[in-house]
């Protein structure tokens, strides 16, 4: 077979700038190949080669993650990391970005988000049970962004609630700094034993390769290069770009390919995503070391004239690539016509490893599989901090609060930020599949694991506020954080997945941020003993030179030995006693609110020391807080985070209707500095939780957090109409009910004209 010769043999700029390549990308795969590719091939290399599949910035930087443990059964490198839970079940997960694709449209792309990552997880053989979102907007009283929000939020329940997939928690946060780039990351945890997880490679010269589910369209084409390059004002013309959805025909998938999986006939199984067949069958072939050709014109399509390029790097959404063996293609999709499912073979495997492409016979492209799929020069930009010097020596307590403390207090209730979700997650079906037990409002989800007596916890996180000033440490923040929120309903951490969200990597202090960033998630993985399995890197979050905040997502997965044990983050009895664990948090030598959502909302300033992160005493204040659940000694537990100790005081009250009496806590010489009143409300210090409890626990509790070698104050009651910190603050509890629970509501319930 001879190549059809090259219809443009010389690419302009702008086409190369349309499938997000460089001229000396351009002339390195020339180098490779011994010749320039056609414009197949240039748009094949294009999509493999962009930042989105190839990762070719961030590469280097992830080789640090520790990704090895005792229950990893796959890590990186698969479309999902594989963790064991004991008794031959395995849990795949994996949290993903659709920050481009939303915010041009925004139902479809925060829907797709979903179909994308539920493909992923049944293309490993595992049953998807749980969803969890990471959203973060602009300002919330736009207009504009309470729009984009309304509409992922309806695209991310409208495809999850179709498939029958519970969305069981997530994580909502507005600033201004998202104002242009929303994030919208989807995190999606699937369940499978250990025989049915499937490899997505091909393997076997001469079995041919199938392509089931929806017909082949025009949509979706160079999405892989739109998630690589900035946003700007032309940004609304890339709506082809963003893939359509139909989650009734991914439900039927779903079960198909379940129904097939262990099948000794199935060689490989992919999801048909990012890059389309390009991706999804060259890195299979890779995998398999192995080659494929391909047939595009036996490609069902649902539009007509659609050509090779079209077919090739067509993103249409709910499509599996299979490789079974010779002579048994005709069982697989009598299978799949059961299911009502439509299968083409398209092609077979070959032994040279290369990806060839013919169309009616005529090879139109060719191209060695180690220079589409490896072959892309690794990128190493310059990296330099920038100059924040100023702002960390700046003195936060010198800061005039604008309001009084109790005026405070509600006014950060009343931030969509630390207000109830309910709004979002009542869209969700969170009970679906009848396995959640805990499901959104709380510090984790709880799933129960079926036939057995323990169960699954699962969280999302991102990093602290203050991740401009110190990346590093604010993505440590993050682990820690979602540690202490599987730790409150007495879970230990198993595996972490993260989407790593930054703006242009050629901006010298961007590409530091994302260095340090990895660096911290290496810094606190190794420390907590938690392995990095997947993950993903979500980089151009920028419009017109304006790049978002570093801003590190992490899904974790723990497991609670004991289901009757969970925890929740509620007041539960009147006359509990309350403590607080860890640190006292505000003093002479903690004064934590730089970065705070305290600082943001009353003074609008991102300033001051970045919170004080100690891993060791992390890990020993989780291990006490779960030893204390495990012996029944507690009656509920929450993360002290956004907000300070008054926001979670008040939330714990909120979420048990119980009203709560507390003292300050104080540091070991009991100084209060000026500005001490506003720091030990608010102020972020990391590394605690407020706990209650009976008072006959009172002594046991305080053994057992000091034998832990854990900080231990008791600090009030729970009880009344009313929550106080004695001395600083006190608040209404049904007014603090009020704006807790109206905050996200009355902002999307104003009109949505424009002169509104």
């Given at each position: 077979?001879?190549?059809?010769p090259?219809?443009?043999?010389v690419?302009s700029?702008?086409?190369l700038?349309?499938l997000?390549?460089?001229?000396?990308e351009?002339q390195?795969?020339?180098?490779?190949?011994?010749?320039?590719?056609?414009?197949?091939e240039?748009?094949?290399?294009?999509?493999?080669?962009?930042?989105?599949?190839?990762?070719?910035t961030?590469?280097?930087?992830?080789?640090?993650?520790?990704?090895?443990?005792?229950?990893?059964?796959?890590?990186?490198?698969?479309?999902?990391g594989?963790?064991?839970?004991?008794?031959d079940?395995?849990c795949?997960?994996?949290?993903?970005?659709h920050n481009?694709?939303s915010?041009?449209?925004?139902?479809?792309?925060?829907?797709?988000?979903?179909?994308?990552?539920l493909?992923?997880r049944?293309?490993?053989?595992?049953?998807?049970?749980?969803?969890?979102?990471?959203?973060?907007?602009?300002?919330?009283d736009?207009?504009?962004?309470?729009?984009?929000?309304?509409?992922?939020v309806?695209g991310?329940?409208?495809?999850?609630?179709?498939v029958?997939?519970?969305?069981?928690?997530?994580?909502?946060?507005?600033?201004?700094?998202?104002?242009?780039?929303c994030?919208?990351?989807?995190?999606?945890?699937?369940?499978?034993?250990?025989?049915?997880?499937?490899?997505?490679?091909?393997a076997?010269?001469?079995?041919?390769?199938?392509?089931?589910?929806?017909?082949?369209?025009?949509?979706?084409?160079?999405g892989?290069?739109?998630?690589?390059?900035?946003?700007?004002?032309?940004?609304?013309?890339?709506?082809?770009?963003?893939?359509v959805?139909?989650p009734?025909?991914?439900?039927?998938l779903?079960?198909?390919?379940?129904?097939?999986?262990?099948?000794p006939?199935?060689?490989?199984?992919?999801?048909?995503?990012?890059a389309?067949?390009?991706s999804?069958c060259?890195?299979?072939?890779?995998?398999?070391g192995?080659?494929?050709e391909?047939?595009?014109?036996?490609v069902?399509?649902?539009e007509?004239q659609?050509?090779?390029?079209?077919?090739?790097?067509s993103?249409?959404?709910?499509r599996?690539?299979?490789?079974v063996?010779?002579?048994?293609?005709?069982?697989?999709?009598?299978?799949?016509r059961?299911?009502?499912?439509?299968?083409?073979?398209?092609?077979?495997?070959?032994e040279?490893?290369?990806?060839?492409?013919?169309?009616?016979?005529?090879?139109?492209?060719?191209?060695?599989?180690?220079?589409?799929?490896?072959?892309?020069?690794?990128?190493?930009?310059?990296?330099?901090?920038p100059?924040?010097?100023?702002?960390?020596?700046?003195?936060?307590?010198?800061?005039?609060?604008?309001?009084?403390?109790?005026?405070?207090?509600?006014?950060?209730?009343?931030?969509?930020?630390?207000?109830?979700?309910?709004?979002?997650w009542?869209?969700?079906?969170?009970?679906?599949?009848?396995?959640?037990?805990s499901g959104p409002?709380?510090?984790?989800?709880?799933?129960?694991?079926?036939?057995?007596?323990?169960?699954?916890?699962l969280?999302?996180d991102?990093?602290?506020?203050?991740?401009?000033?110190?990346?590093?440490?604010?993505?440590?923040?993050?682990?820690?954080?979602?540690?202490?929120?599987l730790?409150?309903?007495?879970?230990?951490p198993?595996g972490?997945t993260?989407?790593?969200?930054?703006?242009?990597?050629?901006?010298?202090?961007?590409?530091?941020?994302?260095?340090?960033?990895?660096?911290?998630?290496a810094?606190?993985?190794?420390?907590?003993?938690?392995?990095?399995?997947?993950?993903?890197v979500?980089?151009?979050?920028q419009?017109?030179?304006?790049?978002i905040?570093?801003?590190?997502?992490l899904?974790?997965?723990?497991?609670l030995?004991?289901?009757?044990?969970?925890?929740?983050a509620?007041?539960?009895r009147?006359?509990?006693l309350?403590?607080?664990?860890?640190?006292?948090g505000?003093?002479?030598d903690?004064?934590?609110?730089?970065?705070?959502e305290?600082?943001?909302?009353?003074?609008?300033v991102?300033?001051?020391?970045?919170?004080?992160?100690?891993l060791?005493?992390?890990?020993?204040?989780?291990?006490?807080?779960?030893?204390?659940?495990?012996?029944?000694?507690?009656?509920?537990?929450?993360?002290c985070?956004?907000?300070?100790?008054?926001?979670?005081?008040?939330?714990?009250?909120?979420?048990?209707?119980?009203?709560?009496?507390?003292?300050?806590?104080?540091?070991?010489?009991?100084?209060?500095?000026?500005?001490?009143?506003?720091?030990?409300?608010f102020?972020?210090?990391?590394?605690?939780?407020?706990?209650?409890?009976s008072?006959?626990?009172?002594?046991?509790?305080t053994?057992?957090?000091?034998?832990?070698?854990?900080?231990f104050?008791?600090?009030?009651?729970?009880g009344?109409?009313?929550?106080?910190?004695?001395?600083?603050?006190?608040?209404?509890?049904?007014?603090?009910?009020?704006?807790?629970?109206?905050?996200?509501?009355?902002?999307?319930?104003?009109?949505?004209?424009?002169?509104?």
């Amino acid at each position: 077979m001879t190549l059809a010769p090259a219809s443009s043999p010389v690419p302009s700029a702008a086409e190369l700038r349309e499938l997000a390549l460089t001229e000396s990308e351009y002339q390195a795969a020339s180098d490779q190949l011994g010749r320039v590719p056609n414009r197949l091939e240039l748009g094949m290399l294009g999509a493999l080669w962009s930042e989105h599949c190839s990762y070719k910035t961030s590469k280097a930087l992830l080789r640090q993650l520790p990704s090895s443990g005792p229950r990893v059964v796959q890590g990186p490198g698969e479309n999902a990391g594989v963790v064991d839970l004991g008794g031959d079940l395995l849990c795949c997960f994996k949290i993903e970005s659709h920050n481009h694709p939303s915010a041009v449209e925004p139902v479809q792309g925060a829907a797709t988000g979903v179909g994308g990552i539920l493909r992923d997880r049944f293309a490993m053989g595992a049953r998807p049970v749980a969803l969890l979102d990471g959203i973060r907007f602009g300002d919330a009283d736009d207009l504009r962004q309470r729009q984009r929000f309304a509409r992922v939020v309806e695209g991310i329940g409208w495809y999850g609630n179709c498939v029958g997939v519970p969305t069981v928690g997530g994580e909502t946060y507005f600033d201004a700094a998202y104002q242009h780039n929303c994030l919208v990351n989807a995190m999606c945890v699937g369940l499978a034993r250990r025989e049915q997880l499937v490899r997505a490679q091909a393997a076997g010269p001469g079995n041919p390769l199938l392509l089931v589910g929806a017909d082949t369209g025009r949509d979706g084409i160079h999405g892989a290069t739109f998630a690589s390059v900035q946003l700007d004002e032309a940004a609304e013309g890339r709506r082809p770009a963003v893939q359509v959805g139909n989650p009734f025909l991914e439900k039927c998938l779903l079960e198909a390919c379940l129904e097939l999986v262990g099948d000794p006939d199935l060689v490989g199984l992919q999801d048909c995503g990012a890059a389309g067949l390009t991706s999804s069958c060259a890195e299979m072939a890779q995998r398999g070391g192995v080659g494929l050709e391909i047939a595009v014109d036996q490609v069902s399509r649902r539009e007509a004239q659609m050509t090779p390029y079209e077919v090739m790097l067509s993103e249409s959404q709910e499509r599996m690539v299979l490789v079974v063996r010779r002579g048994m293609e005709g069982r697989f999709q009598a299978a799949f016509r059961r299911w009502g499912l439509h299968s083409d073979v398209i092609g077979r495997v070959i032994e040279e490893p290369i990806f060839r492409i013919t169309d009616a016979s005529e090879v139109v492209a060719s191209l060695p599989l180690q220079v589409l799929v490896s072959g892309f020069p690794e990128r190493h930009p310059e990296a330099s901090p920038p100059d924040v010097s100023a702002i960390l020596a700046a003195d936060p307590l010198l800061r005039t609060p604008p309001w009084s403390a109790a005026e405070a207090w509600l006014r950060l209730l009343a931030s969509p930020n630390c207000a109830d979700t309910k709004w979002v997650w009542r869209q969700y079906d969170h009970q679906v599949g009848d396995d959640t037990v805990s499901g959104p409002g709380g510090d984790a989800a709880v799933l129960r694991l079926r036939g057995r007596s323990d169960a699954l916890a699962l969280t999302v996180d991102s990093a602290h506020r203050s991740a401009p000033l110190d990346p590093r440490r604010a993505t440590a923040i993050a682990v820690a954080e979602a540690v202490r929120n599987l730790a409150c309903v007495g879970a230990e951490p198993l595996g972490i997945t993260n989407c790593l969200n930054f703006g242009d990597p050629d901006r010298p202090e961007i590409m530091w941020q994302l260095g340090e960033a990895v660096a911290g998630l290496a810094d606190a993985a190794r420390a907590m003993g938690i392995p990095v399995v997947s993950g993903n890197v979500s980089l151009y979050n920028q419009f017109e030179g304006e790049g978002i905040p570093p801003t590190p997502t992490l899904g974790v997965v723990g497991l609670l030995p004991d289901l009757e044990l969970r925890l929740g983050a509620g007041f539960r009895r009147e006359g509990d006693l309350i403590g607080l664990v860890g640190p006292p948090g505000a003093g002479p030598d903690a004064v934590e609110l730089g970065g705070s959502e305290y600082q943001r909302l009353a003074h609008g300033v991102l300033e001051g020391r970045v919170p004080e992160l100690d891993l060791e005493q992390e890990m020993r204040s989780a291990a006490a807080i779960r030893a204390a659940i495990e012996q029944r000694l507690l009656n509920s537990a929450h993360d002290c985070s956004l907000g300070g100790l008054a926001v979670t005081l008040a939330e714990s009250a909120l979420l048990g209707g119980l009203g709560a009496q507390i003292s300050p806590p104080l540091g070991p010489t009991g100084e209060r500095p000026p500005g001490w009143s506003v720091a030990a409300l608010f102020g972020e210090s990391q590394g605690r939780y407020l706990v209650s409890f009976s008072p006959a626990a009172l002594e046991e509790i305080t053994r057992l957090f000091s034998d832990h070698g854990t900080p231990f104050q008791n600090l009030g009651q729970v009880g009344g109409s009313v929550i106080v910190v004695e001395g600083l603050a006190e608040i209404n509890l049904a007014e603090a009910k009020a704006v807790w629970e109206g905050a996200i509501p009355e902002r999307q319930e104003r009109p949505w004209s424009a002169g509104a």
